[in-house]
């Protein structure tokens, strides 16, 4: 009994950990995928105002040179933002809960005993195909 409940918390604790994973990964891709929209909404409206302002005072090559040099350091802020963020404390601890309660039902006297070596493998053969299985599927 107490096998099958330490596979159902270190599965529990698998699904958790990888649901927050795509969770965080889907926001952090729908805040870059915004973020593109706007950079290219304002560049487009800054080089045709900035051209505009610029050709007025000086050369058209340094009016260029100085639209791109404003272009790469919105793209350099806007790339930092995007980069921000890790897994959150609760990730963490369901995948510190996850690896403790799969190695102590390695552990477990009664699952060594019975099923030695080829056990251990079908059970973490069982946990990766599960993180499998409940990936994709979210990702559908």
Do not use: C
Request: net charge positive; no cysteine; charged share 20%.
């Amino acid at each position: 009994m107490r096998t099958l409940r330490l596979a159902r918390v270190a599965a529990e604790a698998e699904r958790l950990r990888l649901s927050l994973l795509i969770q965080r990964l889907l926001i952090r891709a729908a805040i870059a995928a915004v973020a593109v929209v706007f950079v290219l909404a304002a560049l487009a409206s800054a080089h045709f105002a900035g051209w505009l302002a610029l050709v007025r005072v000086m050369p058209p090559v340094y009016a260029a040179l100085v639209l791109l040099a404003v272009d790469l350091v919105i793209a350099l802020v806007l790339a930092l933002v995007a980069s921000r963020g890790g897994p959150g404390a609760v990730e963490r601890e369901a995948k510190v809960l996850r690896d403790t309660a799969a190695a102590e039902l390695l552990r477990f006297p009664g699952l060594s005993t019975l099923t030695g070596p080829v056990g251990r493998m079908l059970f973490n053969t069982m946990l990766r195909l599960v993180s499998r299985r409940f990936a994709r599927r979210r990702a559908t």
